[in-house]
């Protein structure tokens, strides 16, 4: 699971960086995105939060090569990506279609990667 555990790092770094942003300039970071609605600064700010703790989970899991949880985590970040959907649809905000194409962007590349070690696997049997 070489390729699954190296495009892990992706999402790790965006939650860090992003939720540090978020931590740090709550109001600029909407704005970054697009956003056209106006959001509570304290509550980007948790956002911020608990994306540098989800960020540091993920790098946990790539760094402890937790192999056993890398498959759910991916369907977790899908169920992330179909809400990020559902608010776009419903708010109309742009920021939420930007960061379901941030993610979406690492879903597929942990997809591809699981495709590539199976395939590797199975030439090794």
């Known amino acids: 699971m070489k390729y699954v555990r190296l495009s892990l790092v992706y999402p790790a770094i965006y939650l860090l960086i992003g939720g540090l942003a978020a931590m740090i300039f709550p109001a600029k970071l ?8 106006g959001y509570p ?15 540091f989970l993920i790098s946990l899991i790539a760094y402890k090569r937790l ?11 899908l169920f992330v ?32 990667s699981l495709f590539m070690d199976r395939k590797n696997k199975n030439q090794k049997t």
């Open 67 to 77: 192999e056993v949880l890398y498959l759910p985590l991916l369907w977790l970040r």
């Open 30 to 37: 909407p704005l970054l995105f697009f956003s056209t609605a």
């Open 81 to 112: 990506g179909i809400w990020l959907l559902a608010f776009y649809f419903s708010q109309k905000d742009l920021m939420f279609l930007i960061i379901f194409c941030l993610g979406g962007f690492g879903v597929l590349l942990s997809f591809f």
């Open 41 to 55: 600064e304290v509550a980007v700010q948790f956002v911020g939060v608990l994306s540098c703790v989800l960020g």
